[in-house]
């Protein structure tokens, strides 16, 4: 067993998530919120983005990952929120019913109707704010990505510098011994043909 369950690990693999730029784990689906903190954060399926819910944590156990905390909580405080502006209106309008005399069947529709439609528009800004939240810790992550890879990159193209400042001066060096040889093979050359213009008469 303890073979078996070493082999499982060995074989996962992740695999870069351009469109959201993460981790994912294609053969489960589970989306992670970043290269450096492997937490479970939701899943992708058919090119789409489904947040942290029942399946991505039932999953997160099969697999043996670990989820967000911090973000589960976030998501289950806004349900229960969500869960309490739902209860009470629904309190409410039974309240208001049981209290106001009856009216017309059509007209006790369409007020059912522009209620919903009330509570709907209330509860939105809730889930905005979480994909606003989520799109924050993405974008922050990125960011940290980024500034460490121009940081690696300035600390390059400063050696490089220094490499290239190194070799312009071995090459002045060079040039410059080059020069006293040249001088030096001259001189020779002089003294040589003196010779043989002596030697000649």
């Not at 899943?43 to 670990?66: C, H, N, P, S, Y």
């Not at 869960?83 to 019913?97: A, F, H, P, R, T």
Request: net charge negative; aromatic share 6%; charged share 40%.
């Amino acid at each position: 067993m303890m073979e078996e369950k070493s082999s499982k690990k060995e074989a996962i693999k992740l695999k870069r998530l351009t469109e959201m730029d993460t981790l994912w784990h294609p053969e489960s689906t589970l989306v992670f919120k970043s290269s450096k903190e492997k937490r479970v954060i939701g899943r992708w399926i058919d090119k789409q983005f489904i947040e942290l819910d029942d399946d991505a944590l039932e999953l997160t156990e099969k697999w043996g990952f670990k989820y967000d905390k911090e973000l589960y909580d976030e998501l289950y405080r806004e349900e229960e929120i969500a869960d309490d502006i739902n209860g009470q209106s629904v309190c409410e309008e039974k309240g208001q019913l049981e209290n106001t005399p009856t009216e017309n069947p059509m007209k006790q529709e369409e007020k059912k109707i522009e209620h919903q439609s009330k509570i709907h528009t209330e509860n939105t800004p809730n889930f905005v704010k979480c994909d606003m939240s989520h799109s924050s810790k993405l974008c922050a992550d990125s960011c940290s990505v980024i500034t460490e890879s121009l940081k690696d990159i300035m600390f390059s193209s400063e050696n490089f510098v220094k490499i290239i400042n190194e070799k312009q001066k071995e090459v002045e060096e060079l040039s410059e011994k080059h020069e006293e040889l040249q001088k030096k093979y001259n001189s020779l050359r002089e003294k040589f043909e003196k010779l043989r213009g002596i030697m000649s008469i």
